[in-house]
């Protein structure tokens, strides 16, 4: 007899638990508040009056290649071919002084060291500080602790030198967990460096997608993924009744803050969790601006430039919150002047047009001490699970997390229904 799963949240988590249950012959209903799919990972139309308006991504969102989980979901939709794997990362020095992160012939963990020691915006000292730091992260990745401590104090207890944490560890741990080190749990930035830039020799690339985020999620709904899935867009659930006989599984694929009100009688402790922003800045110019697919922006408040189109580029602000009280006007006033810095065609280059998208609750904040407080797949209610990237699902706030919790869920729930099934990968 096909079980009847009913999941509510139509993003990556939600996404993944049908596409999962799908396979194995369940009927499922996914639910979704918003016209499109996708949850913080999506794309819209920027101008929704207009039929044939050009869609945009609400934020810029990459993954790695040790994302194995959030790859096999892409593969399911038959949408891996859309993703763009890049072996080399830019970093830009104001005045336009561009350096690469790529791999050497080394074998792990030493695939990456050619990179540091050719660092242009490091001297010999903050090398030596970098290497010796990057060792000491892999001495100590199984502290039991990690989570008690912030990494902005794990790197200050390894006497880390001023320009190294500003041009290297903020950057690349505000980007990977959307907090700023001094906020965020040690265990969760360890992970940044021991599945990501450390894990194989590959694992650091960066993906990014060639279409409009949107568009990844389309065979949810064409039938790609079984016609025993459907989907409900503009379809808000406001309280899951695991009696009322509508289905015979429940999976709650919501964030945090909505969580609690779908499922009262779980009584969910919810009050440590926080959010953190993110701001994405999309500028159209009159003329491209750098040849450059992407570039680390270093020193800088822009954070993250992407090459989206021939003159359309889009900025990220990871952590945004000093930006948030800020106009659209100054957000982009901004974003020009950092990019005018950076790359010289910027200074020659029109604004033709603007759009300024903050994400006030983007993320959880991965704060320290708050991994004891994820709950699990499994509730105390035997047909009702729960999903999303802030559940127990050992990554922090990821697209990866995500769809690992939405896996969980849906293996959990076929273990209910005594079906033996996995679909997690690692």
Known sequence: MSRRVQIVGGGLAGLSAAAALASIGWQVDLH?????????????????SEPDSERIDNCQHVLLRCCDNLLDFYRRCGVEGKIDFYST?????????VDRLERGPWPKPLHLAGSFLRFGFLDWADKWSLISTLQALERERKRADLDTVSMGDWLLGRRVTERSYERFWRPILVSALNEEPDRSSAKAAFQVFADGLMGTRTSYEMGVAAVPLAELYDAAGDGRLGNNLRVHTRSRIERIDPASGEADFYIAAVPFERAAGLLPELDLQLGEFEHSPITGVHLWFDRPVTELPHAALLDRTMQWMFRRGESY??????ASRDLLPLSQAEIVERACSDLREFFP???KARLVRSHVIKEVRAT???????????PGAVTKIPN?????????TG????????????YKAAEAAARAASQQTEFLLA
Do not use: I, N
């Open 384 to 392: 009702v699970f729960l999903a999303g990237d802030w559940t127990d």
């Open 313 to 318: 580029v889009q900025c990220v602000v990871s």
């Open 364 to 374: 959880y904040s991965v704060k320290p001490g708050l991994e004891a407080s994820r």
């Open 32 to 48: 979704e508040a918003k016209p499109f799919l996708g949850g913080r990972a999506t794309s819209y139309p920027l101008h929704p």
């Open 345 to 347: 065609q910027a200074a």
């Open 89 to 97: 990362l830019y970093f830009v020095r104001p005045g336009g002084a």
């Open 395 to 406: 990554w922090p706030a990821t697209m990866e997390g995500a769809v690992r919790s939405g």
